[in-house]
């Protein structure tokens, strides 16, 4: 073997949310009351739709989840030697991306560096112009006139490469009857513009090069982990939580209640980017402290993101929590707990199987909903300062690094325009997903424009 | 009702203690008063003498709780929980980490964060109202899908990008207005201008869509058919009953915010470069200054309660079943 898994905590907590995710659904295959709602959600366009849009992100994100590091070459009478250096499935498969990097800026699909250059004309004299890129279209031997018809040949390629994937695909999913309209019709876009990528990717830079020359594609796809790690992570801490004292400040009330209500209104009233600020200063100084806890980069990096995760969490339970102990306090005096009461069914047994499965909904709800504004605040946090480590690649990182040059002359955009795209895309999918379960879900909703 | 406000606010003396005890313990216990000095003097500078002056010169030389080396009353009250955390109570709120007096700080910065953040609140309220009222007019039609379709795409894009577009267009592209800075007095307004506008634009897609919701809530009842049975208009319909009725969930999202208008907001701030109390805290935070954070997580704590109480008796304004007792 020439290389060894690692299992990074984030990876273990994914794959552990995955596994969690499967096993529900399994679970609940029979369930009418879970099936007809997913039944309508993926019935409709929009849900479908951008079903398919947030199956792509989450792709990515597994890809690049699947961490390993190399074997260095075998020395003679020494153990094996692995890199320090982690690495994804992903950027194995993005190899030609990652190792293209350029000195600094240059546009998409440029041949020419951003910046000029001294250098030795063919004349032996010095002359100062735009050098050739290393890597981006250097198959060219004279960009001004093979520039054109290269990318026109390459792109078409790959618009067709992306149409025959398509047909097959709706072909042999038409056959079985489960296809239709919008969800084909973003399935060919996302095959065109994947089949477009292949294509030019390789040979071109198509977002462009950031300030250390590293491709913008690359950066943009690698920010999509961690975006969505931050938004699903942090519902691991929120949801027992929220659960938790929501439920019992409900079902209980009394001491209980005034005990929970308390809590959640003391860490409400504290301004949330400042109590997440407070919290994430800590743990900086607290890793700062202990360097010698964390033995790659990558591991450190990792552990201030679950930080981060935990300490939105602990914030953002609040909301649920008492959204459930509303609800709760509302069923606790419907007949059927009442029935259960006088029936002598345990206290547990009426929390886990009367209450519990009659607040899911809403659970369900808030988590979805939630999704995106943690992908926002990800953007945010990292601009002040104490979102992700500085060094792993992020959505807020890359604005961050981008913002200010927009000043320059001629100006740099393509770094804040994937930056945009690959964010938009994401949360746009994700907050038309929402509305689409909470229709689904919500009893109230239904019947309402 | 004065009873009840004076309850309320008793209320608030538990909690902001928890506030308190919640921060002491990440600034104080989590993080010892040590790391705090190390950071502060740098790497080169560490040596137990350096930490030991640190501490002393900004008052972090005393125990946490209990000092057993005082005498009397001062065995409890010479402790960094009484000096750090409890003088809070009073506004006391002492020195920044490089001695500035943060008291004063917060008196000068309030207004220019004011000045940003009350126009934008009152044109936002007015405008996200104006807009969600104009879809529920002309619901279940082209121009209302198309509506909630382009509030679902504002809400989408993260704030970070509205400032970006905004500084560049508005600022480097048109020449409009200076892209960042500020100035007192009469000129402030062209520094101003652009803040506010950014931030309008940034809080439509959330804020209009949600008010399109509890109208569309509120049409559905019977007053509704009823007054539009007596023969009213549709407007008249729209701005006496529908928004008259949504009035207490309007309310209950909006007062809450009014007090805390005078810490600033955190992004509009830095990034236009307004001297106000929000970019005052992104600064503190840049620069770990614990003491400015403690005291703003504090203020804030402070003025989202009197929000609270506030939300309550603006109910008893609008509706009449409401009575505080």
Redesign the interface.
């Known amino acids: 073997m020439n290389f060894k898994p690692v299992l990074l905590w984030s990876d273990a907590l994914i794959l552990l949310l995955l596994a969690a995710a499967a096993a529900g659904v399994w679970l609940l295959r029979h369930n009418e009351t879970f099936r007809a709602p997913l039944r309508q959600v993926l019935a409709s366009r929009m849900g479908s739709a951008t079903a398919l849009i947030l199956a792509v992100y989450v792709g990515i994100g597994l890809l690049d989840s699947l961490h390993y590091v190399e074997r260095l070459p075998d020395e003679p009478g020494r153990e094996a030697q692995y890199s320090g250096e982690v690495k994804s499935v992903l950027d194995k498969l993005l190899a030609p991306l990652r190792e293209n990097v350029e000195k600094t800026y240059s546009a998409p699909f440029a041949t020419h560096l951003y910046a000029k250059e001294t250098m030795i004309g063919p004349d032996g004299r010095e002359l100062r112009d735009y050098p050739r890129l290393k890597h981006g279209g250097a198959h060219l031997a004279d960009p001004d006139t093979e520039f054109w018809p290269d990318v026109l040949k390459r792109g078409g390629l790959g618009v067709l490469g992306g149409m025959v994937c398509w047909v097959l695909l709706v072909f042999s999913l038409w056959q079985r009857g489960r296809s239709h309209g919008a969800l084909a019709w973003t399935l060919l876009c996302i095959l065109v513009v994947s089949g477009l990528l292949v294509a030019l990717a390789p040979h071109y830079h198509v977002l462009g090069t950031d300030k250390v020359g590293q491709d913008v594609l690359y950066l943009s796809l690698k920010s999509v982990r961690t975006g969505l790690l931050i938004g699903t992570l942090t519902t691991l801490v929120v949801l027992p939580l929220a659960i938790g004292l929501g439920i019992a400040a409900g079902y209980f009330g009394g001491f209980v209640d005034d005990v929970i209500q308390y809590l959640y209104t003391t860490l409400n009233s504290i301004p949330g980017v400042l109590l997440i600020a407070a919290a994430v200063l800590v743990v900086q100084v607290q890793i700062e402290a202990h360097p010698e806890l964390f033995d790659t980069s990558a591991a450190r990096a990792d552990m201030r993101l679950l930080a981060l995760c935990g300490i939105l969490g602990l914030t953002g339970w609040t909301g649920l929590a008492r959204l459930l102990r509303a609800e709760t306090l509302k069923l606790r005096e419907l007949e059927f707990v009442q029935a259960a009461r006088a029936f002598g069914v345990s206290r547990t047994r009426i929390l886990a199987r009367h209450l519990l499965p009659n607040v899911m909904h809403l659970v369900l709800i808030t988590v979805v909903i939630d999704f995106s504004g943690l992908v926002l605040a990800e953007a945010v946090l990292s601009y002040v300062g104490v979102g992700v480590d500085p060094a792993m690649i992020s959505f807020g990182n890359m604005i961050n690094g981008a913002r200010l040059e927009l000043a320059r002359e001629p100006v740099v955009w393509w770094q804040l325009a994937a930056a945009f795209l690959f964010m938009f895309v994401l949360v746009l999918a994700a907050n038309l997903f929402a509305d689409q379960v909470r229709d689904a879900l919500d009893p109230k909703a239904k019947g309402r424009a | 009702m004065l009873n009840y406000i004076v309850r309320r606010l008793l209320y608030a003396i538990?909690?902001?203690l928890?506030?308190n005890l919640?921060?002491f313990a990440?600034?104080f216990m989590?993080?010892t008063p040590e790391?705090m000095a190390?950071?502060h003097l740098g790497a080169k500078h560490v040596t137990p003498e350096a930490i030991e002056g640190w501490k002393r010169e900004h008052g972090y030389d005393k125990p946490l709780f209990f000092n057993a080396a005082a005498e009397g009353a001062a065995k409890v009250s010479d402790t960094l929980f009484v000096e750090k955390s409890l003088k809070l109570f009073v506004l006391d709120f002492g020195p920044a980490d490089d001695g500035r007096d943060i008291a004063r700080e917060i008196k000068t910065r309030m207004w220019p964060s004011l000045a940003i953040a009350l126009p934008t609140f009152l044109v936002g309220l007015l405008a996200y109202i104006s807009f969600a009222l104009l879809l529920v007019f002309f619901?279940?039609t082209r121009l209302?899908t198309a509506g909630v379709i382009l509030c679902?795409?504002l809400?989408?894009?993260?704030?970070?990008?509205y400032v970006?577009a905004g500084?560049?267009l508005m600022g480097?592209l048109w020449h409009w207005f200076p892209i960042s800075g500020y100035q007192p007095g009469l000129d402030a307004w062209k520094f101003l201008l652009m803040p506010v506008l950014v931030s309008l634009a940034a809080g439509i897609g959330d804020s209009a869509r949600f008010y399109r919701a509890l109208f569309?809530?509120e049409i559905?009842k019977d007053y509704v058919r009823t007054a539009r049975a007596k023969g009213l208009s549709e407007l008249r319909v729209l701005f006496r009953h529908v928004l008259g009725n949504a009035m207490i969930p309007i309310l209950t999202g909006v007062v809450v915010v009014i007090p805390?208008l005078f810490?600033g907001s955190?992004?509009i701030e830095s990034f236009f470069g307004i001297p106000g109390l929000g970019s005052y805290?992104?600064d503190a935070?840049?620069a770990?200054d614990?003491a400015i954070?403690?005291s703003?997580?504090f203020l804030?704590?402070l003025l989202?309660?009197i929000g609270l109480v506030l939300t309550d008796i603006s109910y008893t304004l609008v509706d009449p079943r409401v009575r505080l007792e």
């Not at chain 2, 989408?156 to 990008?161: K, N, V």
């Open positions: 538990p909690i902001l928890g506030v919640l921060t990440l600034f989590v993080n790391d190390r950071i619901r279940g209302d679902v795409a809400m989408s894009i993260s704030g970070l990008f970006i500084q560049y480097k569309i809530e559905g805390r810490l955190l992004i805290t992104i935070i840049q770990q614990f954070v403690r703003m997580v804030g704590s989202y309660i």
